[in-house]
Protein backbone atom coordinates (compact mmCIF):
# COMPACT_ATOMS: atom_id res chain seq x y z
CA UNK A 1 0.00 0.00 0.00
CA UNK A 2 1.38 3.08 -1.03
CA UNK A 3 1.23 5.82 1.80
CA UNK A 4 0.53 9.54 0.81
CA UNK A 5 3.57 11.54 0.64
CA UNK A 6 2.36 14.19 3.84
CA UNK A 7 2.95 10.86 5.83
CA UNK A 8 6.46 9.73 4.75
CA UNK A 9 8.72 10.49 7.05
CA UNK A 10 12.69 10.00 7.16
CA UNK A 11 14.45 10.55 10.87
CA UNK A 12 17.55 12.24 10.89
CA UNK A 13 20.33 9.12 10.73
CA UNK A 14 23.44 9.17 13.31
CA UNK A 15 27.10 8.50 11.44
CA UNK A 16 28.06 7.34 15.00
CA UNK A 17 24.78 4.84 14.47
CA UNK A 18 25.28 4.10 11.32
CA UNK A 19 29.08 3.28 11.68
CA UNK A 20 28.15 0.52 14.80
CA UNK A 21 25.36 -1.12 12.30
CA UNK A 22 28.03 -1.14 9.01
CA UNK A 23 31.10 -2.35 11.60
CA UNK A 24 27.96 -5.24 13.07
CA UNK A 25 27.42 -6.20 9.47
CA UNK A 26 30.92 -6.58 8.06
CA UNK A 27 32.02 -8.88 11.61
CA UNK A 28 28.53 -10.54 10.58
CA UNK A 29 30.04 -11.12 6.63
CA UNK A 30 33.37 -12.47 7.54
CA UNK A 31 31.82 -14.75 9.98
CA UNK A 32 28.95 -15.99 7.95
CA UNK A 33 28.82 -19.46 6.89
CA UNK A 34 27.24 -19.66 3.99
CA UNK A 35 26.23 -18.28 0.65
CA UNK A 36 22.81 -17.59 1.82
CA UNK A 37 24.16 -15.88 5.22
CA UNK A 38 26.14 -13.14 3.32
CA UNK A 39 23.24 -12.47 0.77
CA UNK A 40 21.62 -11.77 4.06
CA UNK A 41 24.29 -9.11 5.34
CA UNK A 42 24.11 -7.60 1.84
CA UNK A 43 20.04 -7.19 2.03
CA UNK A 44 20.42 -5.75 5.63
CA UNK A 45 23.31 -3.33 4.37
CA UNK A 46 20.70 -2.36 1.47
CA UNK A 47 17.80 -1.76 3.90
CA UNK A 48 20.01 0.95 5.61
CA UNK A 49 21.18 2.49 1.95
CA UNK A 50 17.93 3.05 1.27
CA UNK A 51 16.94 4.77 4.66
CA UNK A 52 19.43 7.04 4.43
CA UNK A 53 18.68 7.80 0.57
CA UNK A 54 14.88 8.92 1.72
CA UNK A 55 16.37 11.21 4.56
CA UNK A 56 18.41 12.53 1.99
CA UNK A 57 15.96 13.20 -0.90
CA UNK A 58 13.83 14.36 1.80
CA UNK A 59 15.54 16.95 2.94
CA UNK A 60 16.68 17.75 -0.32
CA UNK A 61 12.86 18.16 -1.53
CA UNK A 62 11.84 19.52 1.64
CA UNK A 63 14.36 22.45 0.96
CA UNK A 64 13.57 23.26 -2.82
CA UNK A 65 10.21 23.50 -1.74
CA UNK A 66 10.87 26.39 0.51
CA UNK A 67 14.21 27.60 0.64
CA UNK A 68 12.90 30.40 2.90
CA UNK A 69 11.99 27.36 6.01
CA UNK A 70 14.85 27.41 8.63
CA UNK A 71 14.58 24.21 9.77
CA UNK A 72 14.15 23.01 6.06
CA UNK A 73 17.61 25.09 5.80
CA UNK A 74 18.79 23.91 8.74
CA UNK A 75 18.40 20.18 7.85
CA UNK A 76 20.07 20.92 4.34
CA UNK A 77 22.86 21.96 6.36
CA UNK A 78 23.18 19.59 8.58
CA UNK A 79 22.84 17.14 5.64
CA UNK A 80 25.75 18.42 3.61
CA UNK A 81 27.75 18.27 6.97
CA UNK A 82 26.96 14.72 7.62
CA UNK A 83 26.93 13.10 4.17
CA UNK A 84 30.17 12.67 3.61
CA UNK A 85 30.65 10.68 6.67
CA UNK A 86 27.68 8.15 5.36
CA UNK A 87 30.22 8.14 1.96
CA UNK A 88 33.09 7.06 4.14
CA UNK A 89 31.30 4.43 5.79
CA UNK A 90 29.42 3.07 2.87
CA UNK A 91 32.62 2.95 0.51
CA UNK A 92 34.30 1.30 3.53
CA UNK A 93 31.46 -1.52 3.00
CA UNK A 94 31.51 -1.70 -1.00
CA UNK A 95 35.26 -1.79 -0.23
CA UNK A 96 34.95 -4.85 1.51
CA UNK A 97 32.82 -6.65 -0.38
CA UNK A 98 34.66 -5.96 -3.64
CA UNK A 99 37.79 -7.48 -1.96
CA UNK A 100 35.80 -10.08 -0.60
CA UNK A 101 37.41 -14.02 -1.70
CA UNK A 102 33.39 -14.57 -2.07
CA UNK A 103 33.36 -11.86 -5.09
CA UNK A 104 32.28 -14.33 -7.91
CA UNK A 105 29.72 -16.48 -5.55
CA UNK A 106 28.16 -12.82 -4.72
CA UNK A 107 27.73 -11.68 -8.34
CA UNK A 108 26.30 -14.17 -9.28
CA UNK A 109 23.23 -13.54 -6.72
CA UNK A 110 23.49 -9.77 -7.27
CA UNK A 111 24.66 -9.35 -10.76
CA UNK A 112 28.16 -8.17 -11.87
CA UNK A 113 27.44 -4.25 -13.05
CA UNK A 114 27.11 -3.47 -9.23
CA UNK A 115 30.58 -4.54 -8.49
CA UNK A 116 31.49 -2.40 -11.64
CA UNK A 117 29.51 0.50 -9.85
CA UNK A 118 31.29 0.04 -6.44
CA UNK A 119 34.44 -0.07 -8.25
CA UNK A 120 34.26 3.25 -9.45
CA UNK A 121 32.81 4.74 -6.45
CA UNK A 122 35.82 3.48 -4.51
CA UNK A 123 38.11 5.51 -6.43
CA UNK A 124 36.00 8.84 -5.39
CA UNK A 125 36.41 8.99 -1.82
CA UNK A 126 39.15 9.03 0.45
CA UNK A 127 38.82 10.32 4.42
CA UNK A 128 41.72 12.63 3.09
CA UNK A 129 38.67 14.28 0.64
CA UNK A 130 35.99 14.48 3.37
CA UNK A 131 36.30 18.04 4.23
CA UNK A 132 36.85 19.27 1.12
CA UNK A 133 33.56 17.42 0.20
CA UNK A 134 31.82 19.23 2.74
CA UNK A 135 33.23 22.58 1.03
CA UNK A 136 31.90 21.83 -2.17
CA UNK A 137 28.41 21.02 -1.12
CA UNK A 138 28.69 24.90 0.72
CA UNK A 139 29.71 25.70 -2.45
CA UNK A 140 27.05 24.33 -4.52
CA UNK A 141 24.23 25.63 -1.65
CA UNK A 142 25.79 29.40 -2.59
CA UNK A 143 25.25 29.03 -5.98
CA UNK A 144 21.87 27.72 -5.78
CA UNK A 145 20.40 30.11 -2.73
CA UNK A 146 22.04 33.00 -5.16
CA UNK A 147 20.29 31.67 -8.39
CA UNK A 148 16.84 31.85 -6.23
CA UNK A 149 17.79 35.33 -4.83
CA UNK A 150 16.78 36.78 -8.11
CA UNK A 151 14.03 39.38 -8.07
CA UNK A 152 13.44 40.91 -11.53
CA UNK A 153 10.90 43.46 -12.46
CA UNK A 154 9.23 43.12 -15.58
CA UNK A 155 5.35 43.70 -17.13
CA UNK A 156 4.83 45.37 -13.70
CA UNK A 157 5.52 42.44 -12.10
CA UNK A 158 8.38 40.93 -9.88
CA UNK A 159 9.92 37.66 -10.93
CA UNK A 160 12.39 34.95 -9.91
CA UNK A 161 15.19 33.15 -12.83
CA UNK A 162 11.88 30.69 -13.95
CA UNK A 163 9.15 33.49 -14.07
CA UNK A 164 11.27 35.37 -16.09
CA UNK A 165 10.96 32.42 -18.92
CA UNK A 166 7.73 33.07 -20.28
CA UNK A 167 8.67 36.86 -21.09
CA UNK A 168 12.46 35.55 -22.80
CA UNK A 169 10.10 33.14 -24.92
CA UNK A 170 7.69 35.97 -25.69
CA UNK A 171 6.07 36.60 -28.64
CA UNK A 172 7.18 40.49 -28.45
CA UNK A 173 10.87 40.93 -29.33
CA UNK A 174 11.11 44.12 -27.93
CA UNK A 175 9.88 42.01 -24.21
CA UNK A 176 12.45 39.37 -24.77
CA UNK A 177 14.87 41.74 -25.63
CA UNK A 178 14.09 43.29 -22.03
CA UNK A 179 14.32 39.81 -20.38
CA UNK A 180 17.43 38.76 -21.84
CA UNK A 181 19.12 42.12 -20.81
CA UNK A 182 17.54 41.85 -16.97
CA UNK A 183 18.30 38.53 -16.74
CA UNK A 184 22.02 39.25 -17.39
CA UNK A 185 21.90 42.64 -15.65
CA UNK A 186 21.28 40.38 -12.33
CA UNK A 187 24.16 38.05 -13.21
CA UNK A 188 26.31 41.02 -13.68
CA UNK A 189 25.21 42.88 -10.06
CA UNK A 190 26.58 39.51 -8.62
CA UNK A 191 29.35 38.99 -11.15
CA UNK A 192 32.01 38.43 -8.60
CA UNK A 193 29.88 35.73 -6.88
CA UNK A 194 29.28 33.51 -9.63
CA UNK A 195 33.17 33.91 -10.81
CA UNK A 196 33.99 33.41 -7.55
CA UNK A 197 31.87 30.41 -6.83
CA UNK A 198 33.38 28.53 -9.99
CA UNK A 199 36.91 29.27 -9.10
CA UNK A 200 36.56 27.83 -5.99
CA UNK A 201 34.88 24.73 -6.82
CA UNK A 202 36.97 24.50 -9.57
CA UNK A 203 40.28 24.54 -7.44
CA UNK A 204 38.52 22.05 -4.73
CA UNK A 205 37.87 19.73 -7.02
CA UNK A 206 41.29 19.62 -8.91
CA UNK A 207 42.99 19.41 -5.16
CA UNK A 208 40.38 16.55 -4.16
CA UNK A 209 41.05 15.01 -7.99
CA UNK A 210 45.15 15.19 -6.98
CA UNK A 211 44.40 13.64 -3.37
CA UNK A 212 42.79 10.68 -4.94
CA UNK A 213 45.14 10.08 -7.53
CA UNK A 214 43.92 11.30 -10.73
CA UNK A 215 45.39 13.26 -13.32
CA UNK A 216 43.38 16.21 -13.34
CA UNK A 217 39.26 16.56 -12.07
CA UNK A 218 37.94 14.49 -15.40
CA UNK A 219 38.87 11.17 -14.39
CA UNK A 220 37.35 12.00 -11.29
CA UNK A 221 34.61 13.19 -12.78
CA UNK A 222 33.69 10.49 -14.60
CA UNK A 223 34.25 8.01 -11.51
CA UNK A 224 31.73 9.78 -9.61
CA UNK A 225 29.15 9.81 -12.46
CA UNK A 226 29.66 6.39 -12.24
CA UNK A 227 30.68 5.72 -16.30
CA UNK A 228 32.37 2.14 -16.38
CA UNK A 229 31.22 1.33 -19.84
CA UNK A 230 32.78 5.00 -21.72
CA UNK A 231 35.61 6.89 -21.45
CA UNK A 232 36.58 10.78 -22.41
CA UNK A 233 37.76 9.38 -25.51
CA UNK A 234 34.41 8.32 -26.44
CA UNK A 235 32.62 11.41 -25.45
CA UNK A 236 35.19 13.56 -27.66
CA UNK A 237 34.64 11.28 -30.89
CA UNK A 238 30.21 11.53 -30.11
CA UNK A 239 31.08 15.19 -29.91
CA UNK A 240 33.18 15.30 -33.38
CA UNK A 241 29.52 13.30 -34.76
CA UNK A 242 27.66 16.26 -33.15
CA UNK A 243 29.67 18.46 -35.30
CA UNK A 244 29.74 17.05 -38.44
CA UNK A 245 26.26 15.33 -38.95
CA UNK A 246 24.13 17.54 -37.10
CA UNK A 247 25.47 21.08 -36.73
CA UNK A 248 24.93 21.76 -40.44
CA UNK A 249 21.19 20.63 -39.98
CA UNK A 250 20.90 23.00 -36.57
CA UNK A 251 22.35 25.91 -39.31
CA UNK A 252 19.24 25.42 -41.82
CA UNK A 253 16.89 25.18 -39.43
CA UNK A 254 18.19 28.09 -37.28
CA UNK A 255 18.02 29.46 -41.04
CA UNK A 256 14.39 28.29 -41.47
CA UNK A 257 13.71 30.44 -37.93
CA UNK A 258 14.97 33.20 -38.94
CA UNK A 259 12.51 33.44 -42.11
CA UNK A 260 9.53 32.03 -39.21
CA UNK A 261 10.31 35.38 -37.04
CA UNK A 262 10.62 37.92 -40.41
CA UNK A 263 13.82 39.52 -38.51
CA UNK A 264 17.20 40.15 -40.43
CA UNK A 265 19.21 38.54 -38.41
CA UNK A 266 18.61 35.69 -35.61
CA UNK A 267 20.03 37.05 -32.41
CA UNK A 268 20.23 35.29 -29.11
CA UNK A 269 17.14 36.77 -27.68
CA UNK A 270 15.37 35.00 -30.54
CA UNK A 271 16.62 32.09 -30.05
CA UNK A 272 13.88 30.32 -28.18
CA UNK A 273 11.02 31.61 -30.14
CA UNK A 274 10.24 29.90 -33.63
CA UNK A 275 7.22 32.19 -35.13
CA UNK A 276 5.51 35.31 -35.01
CA UNK A 277 2.40 34.29 -33.14
CA UNK A 278 4.85 32.46 -30.40
CA UNK A 279 5.01 29.81 -28.53
CA UNK A 280 2.47 26.88 -28.85
CA UNK A 281 1.02 27.14 -25.12
CA UNK A 282 -0.70 24.81 -22.84
CA UNK A 283 -4.72 25.91 -23.28
CA UNK A 284 -5.25 25.37 -18.81
CA UNK A 285 -4.46 25.67 -15.95
CA UNK A 286 -1.83 23.19 -13.50
CA UNK A 287 -5.04 21.74 -12.43
CA UNK A 288 -6.45 21.49 -15.81
CA UNK A 289 -3.30 19.68 -17.25
CA UNK A 290 -3.06 17.59 -14.51
CA UNK A 291 -6.64 16.11 -15.81
CA UNK A 292 -5.21 15.96 -19.73
CA UNK A 293 -2.09 13.98 -18.60
CA UNK A 294 -4.29 11.46 -16.72
CA UNK A 295 -6.51 10.83 -19.76
CA UNK A 296 -2.85 10.74 -21.84
CA UNK A 297 -1.40 8.21 -20.22
CA UNK A 298 -4.42 6.08 -19.20
CA UNK A 299 -4.41 6.13 -23.11
CA UNK A 300 -0.95 4.86 -24.04
CA UNK A 301 -0.30 2.21 -21.58
CA UNK A 302 -2.19 0.84 -18.79
CA UNK A 303 0.63 1.01 -16.40
CA UNK A 304 1.45 3.67 -16.64
CA UNK A 305 -1.54 5.34 -16.61
CA UNK A 306 -2.25 4.00 -13.19
CA UNK A 307 1.08 4.64 -11.96
CA UNK A 308 0.38 8.58 -12.80
CA UNK A 309 -3.15 8.74 -11.25
CA UNK A 310 -1.55 7.27 -7.87
CA UNK A 311 1.05 10.19 -8.11
CA UNK A 312 -1.66 12.74 -8.68
CA UNK A 313 -3.91 11.28 -5.92
CA UNK A 314 -1.40 11.34 -3.35
CA UNK A 315 0.16 14.00 -3.49
CA UNK A 316 3.86 13.19 -5.34
CA UNK A 317 3.71 15.95 -7.41
CA UNK A 318 4.58 19.93 -6.65
CA UNK A 319 4.20 21.84 -10.19
CA UNK A 320 3.37 25.29 -9.48
CA UNK A 321 5.82 27.80 -9.16
CA UNK A 322 5.90 30.36 -6.11
CA UNK A 323 8.19 32.75 -3.81
CA UNK A 324 10.85 31.35 -2.29
CA UNK A 325 10.48 27.98 -4.13
CA UNK A 326 13.79 26.43 -5.70
CA UNK A 327 14.02 26.81 -9.55
CA UNK A 328 14.07 24.10 -11.87
CA UNK A 329 12.42 20.45 -12.28
CA UNK A 330 13.38 17.29 -10.90
CA UNK A 331 12.46 13.96 -10.21
CA UNK A 332 13.55 12.57 -6.74
CA UNK A 333 12.15 9.13 -4.94
CA UNK A 334 12.14 7.76 -1.48
CA UNK A 335 13.91 4.09 -1.85
CA UNK A 336 12.83 2.70 1.53
CA UNK A 337 9.29 4.04 0.45
CA UNK A 338 9.64 2.69 -3.39
CA UNK A 339 7.48 5.90 -4.59
CA UNK A 340 9.21 8.69 -6.94
CA UNK A 341 8.28 12.63 -6.85
CA UNK A 342 8.24 14.79 -9.21
CA UNK A 343 9.05 19.10 -8.58
CA UNK A 344 8.53 21.69 -11.11
CA UNK A 345 8.03 25.35 -11.72
CA UNK A 346 4.91 26.05 -13.97
CA UNK A 347 5.14 29.19 -15.82
CA UNK A 348 2.66 28.93 -18.06
CA UNK A 349 4.85 28.38 -21.48
CA UNK A 350 5.12 24.61 -23.12
CA UNK A 351 7.27 23.55 -20.46
CA UNK A 352 4.80 22.71 -18.40
CA UNK A 353 3.12 19.89 -20.62
CA UNK A 354 6.34 18.81 -21.46
CA UNK A 355 7.44 18.21 -17.20
CA UNK A 356 4.83 15.55 -17.58
CA UNK A 357 6.05 13.88 -20.51
CA UNK A 358 9.70 14.68 -19.44
CA UNK A 359 9.60 14.38 -15.58
CA UNK A 360 7.43 11.22 -15.46
CA UNK A 361 9.20 9.34 -17.57
CA UNK A 362 11.92 9.30 -14.83
CA UNK A 363 9.39 8.48 -12.35
CA UNK A 364 7.55 5.67 -14.35
CA UNK A 365 11.12 3.91 -14.59
CA UNK A 366 11.84 4.21 -11.24
CA UNK A 367 8.35 2.84 -10.27
CA UNK A 368 9.04 0.16 -12.33
CA UNK A 369 12.31 -0.83 -11.18
CA UNK A 370 11.47 -0.14 -7.19
CA UNK A 371 12.19 -3.94 -6.34
CA UNK A 372 15.31 -4.36 -8.00
CA UNK A 373 17.86 -5.46 -5.24
CA UNK A 374 20.62 -4.03 -4.45
CA UNK A 375 19.66 -0.12 -4.47
CA UNK A 376 22.06 0.63 -7.54
CA UNK A 377 20.00 -0.74 -9.45
CA UNK A 378 16.82 1.76 -8.31
CA UNK A 379 18.62 4.42 -11.16
CA UNK A 380 20.70 3.52 -13.89
CA UNK A 381 23.40 6.05 -14.45
CA UNK A 382 22.14 9.19 -15.77
CA UNK A 383 22.55 8.99 -19.27
CA UNK A 384 20.21 6.29 -18.98
CA UNK A 385 18.05 8.08 -17.32
CA UNK A 386 17.27 10.37 -19.68
CA UNK A 387 16.52 7.98 -22.38
CA UNK A 388 13.08 7.10 -20.41
CA UNK A 389 12.41 10.59 -20.24
CA UNK A 390 13.16 12.32 -23.29
CA UNK A 391 12.19 9.05 -25.43
CA UNK A 392 8.78 9.75 -23.14
CA UNK A 393 8.27 13.20 -24.81
CA UNK A 394 8.39 11.34 -28.22
CA UNK A 395 5.85 8.54 -27.52
CA UNK A 396 3.51 11.43 -26.05
CA UNK A 397 3.52 12.85 -29.49
CA UNK A 398 0.17 11.44 -31.03
CA UNK A 399 -1.51 13.20 -27.49
CA UNK A 400 -0.17 16.52 -27.16
CA UNK A 401 -3.90 18.02 -28.57
CA UNK A 402 -5.29 17.06 -25.22
CA UNK A 403 -2.57 20.37 -24.20
CA UNK A 404 -2.21 22.22 -27.09
CA UNK A 405 -5.63 21.63 -29.22
CA UNK A 406 -5.29 23.17 -32.39
CA UNK A 407 -1.35 23.75 -32.04
CA UNK A 408 -0.85 20.40 -31.38
CA UNK A 409 1.32 20.02 -34.58
CA UNK A 410 2.83 23.26 -34.05
CA UNK A 411 4.47 21.85 -30.37
CA UNK A 412 5.41 18.73 -32.14
CA UNK A 413 7.27 21.10 -34.77
CA UNK A 414 9.03 22.50 -32.03
CA UNK A 415 9.66 19.96 -30.11
CA UNK A 416 11.94 18.25 -32.72
CA UNK A 417 13.58 21.29 -33.54
CA UNK A 418 14.55 22.23 -29.98
CA UNK A 419 15.75 18.45 -29.14
CA UNK A 420 17.86 18.95 -32.47
CA UNK A 421 19.03 22.14 -31.26
CA UNK A 422 19.82 21.02 -27.40
CA UNK A 423 22.54 18.40 -28.45
CA UNK A 424 24.82 20.98 -29.97
CA UNK A 425 24.63 23.04 -27.02
CA UNK A 426 24.71 19.55 -24.37
CA UNK A 427 27.92 18.88 -25.91
CA UNK A 428 29.28 22.84 -26.08
CA UNK A 429 28.39 22.19 -21.92
CA UNK A 430 30.78 18.88 -21.95
CA UNK A 431 33.43 20.67 -24.08
CA UNK A 432 34.09 23.47 -21.66
CA UNK A 433 34.00 21.61 -18.61
CA UNK A 434 36.81 19.27 -20.19
CA UNK A 435 38.82 22.48 -20.46
CA UNK A 436 38.04 23.98 -17.81
CA UNK A 437 39.08 20.91 -15.65
CA UNK A 438 41.90 19.98 -18.06
CA UNK A 439 43.37 23.76 -17.38
CA UNK A 440 42.32 24.23 -13.52
CA UNK A 441 44.71 27.64 -13.00
CA UNK A 442 42.08 29.96 -15.58
CA UNK A 443 41.28 32.79 -14.88
CA UNK A 444 37.72 33.79 -14.76
CA UNK A 445 38.36 35.68 -18.10
CA UNK A 446 40.20 32.65 -19.98
CA UNK A 447 37.02 30.50 -18.94
CA UNK A 448 35.17 33.02 -20.74
CA UNK A 449 37.22 32.78 -23.93
CA UNK A 450 36.89 28.87 -23.48
CA UNK A 451 32.68 29.14 -23.71
CA UNK A 452 33.16 31.20 -26.59
CA UNK A 453 35.69 28.61 -28.31
CA UNK A 454 32.99 25.82 -27.60
CA UNK A 455 30.00 28.01 -29.02
CA UNK A 456 31.59 28.98 -31.93
CA UNK A 457 32.11 25.58 -32.55
CA UNK A 458 28.78 24.03 -31.74
CA UNK A 459 26.42 26.96 -32.11
CA UNK A 460 28.09 28.86 -35.55
CA UNK A 461 24.71 30.65 -35.90
CA UNK A 462 25.09 32.38 -32.05
CA UNK A 463 25.17 36.29 -32.04
CA UNK A 464 24.61 38.31 -28.40
CA UNK A 465 24.38 42.07 -30.04
CA UNK A 466 25.19 44.69 -28.03
CA UNK A 467 24.48 41.82 -24.87
CA UNK A 468 28.21 42.55 -24.21
CA UNK A 469 28.30 40.86 -20.98
CA UNK A 470 26.86 37.44 -21.89
CA UNK A 471 28.37 37.70 -24.95
CA UNK A 472 31.86 38.07 -23.35
CA UNK A 473 31.74 34.31 -22.81
CA UNK A 474 29.21 34.04 -19.48
CA UNK A 475 26.17 31.82 -21.03
CA UNK A 476 27.54 28.94 -19.06
CA UNK A 477 26.91 30.57 -15.87
CA UNK A 478 23.49 30.03 -16.59
CA UNK A 479 23.47 26.50 -16.42
CA UNK A 480 23.74 25.12 -12.95
CA UNK A 481 24.89 21.35 -14.39
CA UNK A 482 28.05 23.22 -14.17
CA UNK A 483 28.45 24.74 -11.05
CA UNK A 484 26.55 21.72 -9.22
CA UNK A 485 27.18 18.33 -10.93
CA UNK A 486 30.21 18.64 -13.07
CA UNK A 487 30.24 16.63 -16.41
CA UNK A 488 26.51 15.75 -15.85
CA UNK A 489 25.39 17.42 -19.57
CA UNK A 490 26.83 15.27 -21.99
CA UNK A 491 24.06 12.81 -20.70
CA UNK A 492 21.77 14.68 -21.85
CA UNK A 493 23.03 14.43 -25.58
CA UNK A 494 23.54 11.04 -25.31
CA UNK A 495 20.25 10.09 -24.18
CA UNK A 496 18.83 12.45 -26.79
CA UNK A 497 19.92 10.67 -29.46
CA UNK A 498 18.53 7.61 -28.28
CA UNK A 499 15.27 9.15 -27.73
CA UNK A 500 15.18 10.41 -31.08
CA UNK A 501 15.91 7.19 -32.37
CA UNK A 502 13.01 6.08 -30.78
CA UNK A 503 11.00 8.80 -32.62
CA UNK A 504 11.97 7.53 -35.28
CA UNK A 505 11.02 4.34 -34.42
CA UNK A 506 7.44 5.21 -32.88
CA UNK A 507 6.68 6.91 -36.37
CA UNK A 508 6.77 3.21 -38.29
CA UNK A 509 5.57 1.55 -35.53
CA UNK A 510 4.06 3.08 -31.92
CA UNK A 511 3.51 -0.42 -30.50
CA UNK A 512 6.64 -1.60 -30.99
CA UNK A 513 8.52 1.23 -29.80
CA UNK A 514 6.07 1.42 -26.79
CA UNK A 515 6.73 -1.93 -25.42
CA UNK A 516 10.45 -1.75 -26.09
CA UNK A 517 10.12 1.63 -23.90
CA UNK A 518 8.19 -0.06 -20.99
CA UNK A 519 10.88 -3.11 -21.34
CA UNK A 520 13.76 -0.34 -21.09
CA UNK A 521 12.20 1.10 -17.58
CA UNK A 522 11.88 -2.56 -16.21
CA UNK A 523 15.44 -3.04 -16.73
CA UNK A 524 16.12 -0.08 -14.11
CA UNK A 525 19.47 0.12 -13.64
CA UNK A 526 21.04 -3.76 -13.70
CA UNK A 527 22.98 -2.72 -16.66
CA UNK A 528 25.66 0.11 -17.56
CA UNK A 529 24.57 2.64 -20.58
CA UNK A 530 25.85 0.92 -23.92
CA UNK A 531 24.07 -2.61 -22.62
CA UNK A 532 20.83 -0.90 -21.91
CA UNK A 533 20.87 0.77 -25.17
CA UNK A 534 21.75 -2.08 -27.27
CA UNK A 535 19.36 -4.41 -25.57
CA UNK A 536 16.43 -2.18 -26.98
CA UNK A 537 17.69 -2.30 -30.16
CA UNK A 538 19.58 1.66 -30.03
CA UNK A 539 22.13 2.67 -31.81
CA UNK A 540 25.00 3.34 -29.10
CA UNK A 541 25.42 6.94 -29.11
CA UNK A 542 28.99 6.30 -28.96
CA UNK A 543 29.55 4.29 -32.01
CA UNK A 544 29.68 5.81 -35.09
CA UNK A 545 26.82 6.53 -37.45
CA UNK A 546 24.45 7.25 -34.25
CA UNK A 547 22.94 10.27 -35.47
CA UNK A 548 22.96 9.33 -39.39
CA UNK A 549 19.54 7.84 -39.67
CA UNK A 550 17.72 10.74 -37.21
CA UNK A 551 19.24 13.91 -39.12
CA UNK A 552 18.35 11.91 -42.37
CA UNK A 553 14.58 11.72 -41.03
CA UNK A 554 14.62 14.71 -39.64
CA UNK A 555 16.06 17.09 -42.69
CA UNK A 556 13.34 15.01 -44.88
CA UNK A 557 10.41 15.73 -42.54
CA UNK A 558 11.40 19.40 -42.28
CA UNK A 559 11.90 19.44 -46.13
CA UNK A 560 8.23 18.28 -46.98
CA UNK A 561 6.19 19.03 -43.66
CA UNK A 562 7.24 21.65 -41.67
ZN1 LIG B 1 15.58 14.39 -16.97
Given at each position: MVPDFKDIQANRPSVEITSDQIAALQEQFKKAGSAEDRHQCIMQWDALRRNLDTWESLTHLNFAQDTKNPDYKAEQDFADEALPGFTKLHVEMKRMLLESEHRSELSNAIGEHAFRLWESDIK??????KEDLVQEAKLKAEYIELMASAKIEIDGKTVNLSGLQPYITHQDRELRYEAVTKRWDFFKEHQERFDGIYAELTALRTKMSTAL????YVGLGYARMQR????AEDVARFRKQVVEDLVPLCVELREKQREALGVEKLMYWDEAVHSKIGNPKPQGDGAWMVEQARTMFSEMNPELGDFFNMMADKGYLDLETRDGKAGGGFCTSFPSVGVPFVFANFNGTKHDAEVFTHEIGHAFQNWCSR????????WPTYESCEIHSMSLEFLCWPHMELFFKENADEFRRLHLTESLFFIPYGVAVDDFQHRIYENPNATPEERHAMWRECEKL????RDYGDLDFVGE???????RHIYL??????DYTLAQTCALQYWVRAESDRDEAMTSYVELCKQG???AFQTLARSANLVS??????LKEVVAKARKLFEEQY
Open positions: TFDPAVGFENVDYNKHQPLDYLYMPWGRRWQLQMPFYYIGKEPLEDGC
